[in-house]
């Protein structure tokens, strides 16, 4: 297996009728077939017949073999002229994302072009046929042009590829609803079998017993052993009171079993069933924090549809963070953001000592406040996204790029950070309003928005950008 795992089924597409005419020409595009393979190696593992795909006997005995080996994408490539109804069918049957590779061996017209040279350099000419019929039996397709010198080719692939990962990440993914919504919090309502069905998604219920059990579970001396782990990795901003800072820890190591036990890929934590418990009384952004750090993306209050959204940007980034928008500095036509005090700590892996940890400032638990922490986020380029359903029942993907600024976080005792988006921040608000975003929002560092485009694509939902 390559290091990313992507299976790539691969068809060079030829026509069989022109070799009892030309067949001179079958061991050059055979070569041609080769060398195009070998290229696609670098993004994965290649799975082919090892012949042209030049008429429907050929189609089918490759579908096969995509099956058999369950290949995450399939990758048609113009060797030379081909008709669609070769592989349509077959495409059909076995549904993946597509990508029609429109290449060919000579990367220009050179002036000796002759009869041979052309036969391999019109594999254009099949093109509009096969992306005629792909529209017209709604199959979402991609279209890479040019040849395998090129940049921009490569650039492609690998956005295209990125997002095929992302889909594979998400299919079969296991969302743990800690508790229930926040009361009234309607906006990031949805309906559990529309996401399942479109996006393969589940939601998980974890009952507030299960919680308690596994936190009555956990032993003294991995409470202990976390708890010194933390206190050497990060600062200590505050003198915790009573219990709260190994209620914290113990917490943290419960969550840490649930979500193991039920093989979860993200988490949502309706956390005041937990302070107000008298057998936990502490705040879980400890526990949601250290989650997010192994990669278990986890947003607040119930919102499944936003921990969707940060699962997705953290398959592209490796750290994505939950947050919302808090307040408005008009002046500088820029947003505060945060939510509570929790983060995905490994932003932060270089440098864990900028990180303290603190008292929560604001919520009294049975048992005191718990753990949050005192941060400053890097300064750069970010990514916001929001995955909502809509009143028809589709889903929609909404994103927009900004800028992490340069500012001081305010002293309110939670994680919080300025940005500056694309546009006067009244702007964005009303276009980002009009599409019908939550308020709840995923972010990451980067320009990702191309490789979330595809991912809409592939998973056939609506994609905005503001």
Request: negative net charge; aromatic residues 10%.
């Amino acid at each position: 297996m390559s290091n990313t795992g992507l299976k790539i089924g691969y068809m060079p597409l030829a026509h069989r009728t022109y070799w009892q005419y030309f067949p001179e020409h079958k061991a050059p595009a055979l070569k041609m077939a080769a060398a195009l393979r070998e290229y696609l190696g670098q993004f994965g593992d290649v799975c082919e017949t090892g012949e042209l795909i030049d008429a429907c006997p050929a189609s089918v005995k490759a579908r096969r073999l995509f099956q058999q080996h369950d290949v995450d994408v399939i990758v048609l490539a113009t060797v030379t002229f081909s008709t669609p109804d070769d592989v349509i069918l077959d495409l059909k049957k076995f549904r993946r994302p597509t990508v029609i590779w429109n290449t060919q061996a000579l990367s220009g017209i050179p002036a000796d072009l002759d009869f041979s040279k052309w036969m391999l350099a019109h594999g254009v000419t099949g093109v509009p046929g096969l992306t005629n019929l792909l529209v017209r039996e709604k199959l979402p397709y991609f279209l890479v042009s040019g040849h395998m010198n090129g940049e921009a080719v490569r650039r492609q692939f690998q956005e295209i590829f990125a997002a095929v990962e992302v889909a594979e990440h998400v299919w079969g993914a296991r969302v743990g609803l800690f508790g229930h919504t926040y009361p009234g919090m309607i906006d990031f309502g949805y309906d559990p079998t529309s996401l399942y069905a479109r996006f393969g998604v589940a939601t998980v219920p974890i009952l507030e017993t299960a919680v308690l059990s596994a936190y009555k579970d956990v032993k003294d001396e991995d409470v202990k052993l976390l708890a010194a782990e933390m206190t050497r990795k990060y600062g200590m901003a505050d003198e915790f009171q009573g219990n709260e800072f190994s209620n914290s820890v113990r917490l943290a190591l419960a969550m840490r079993e649930v979500a193991r036990e039920n093989e979860l890929t993200a988490a949502t934590v309706y956390c005041q069933q937990m302070w107000q418990n008298a057998g936990i009384g502490v705040v879980a952004c400890l526990g949601m924090s250290l989650l997010a750090r192994q990669g278990i993306f986890c947003t607040c209050e119930g919102d499944v549809p936003t921990a969707v959204a940060g699962m997705v940007l953290e398959k592209l980034s490796g750290r994505a963070v939950f947050t919302e928008i808090w307040c408005n500095d008009f002046d500088n036509d820029q947003f505060m953001m945060g939510h509570s005090g929790q983060m995905n700590l490994g932003l932060f892996e270089h440098d864990p000592k900028s990180v303290d940890m603190a008292r929560h400032p604001w919520w009294d638990g049975c048992e005191g406040r718990g753990v949050c922490f005192h941060l400053q986020m890097p300064p750069g380029p970010i990514t916001l996204l929001s995955i909502n359903s809509t009143q028809d029942g589709k889903w929609r993907l909404i994103t927009s790029p900004a800028t992490v600024l340069e500012r001081k976080a305010v002293p309110l005792g939670a994680p919080n950070f300025f940005i500056k988006t694309s546009c006067p921040i009244a702007e964005f608000l009303e276009r980002w309003g009009q599409l019908g975003a939550a308020h709840h929002l995923a972010m990451a560092y980067g320009d990702w928005s191309r490789q979330l485009k595809a991912f809409a694509r592939i998973m056939d939902i609506e994609y905005y950008q503001v």
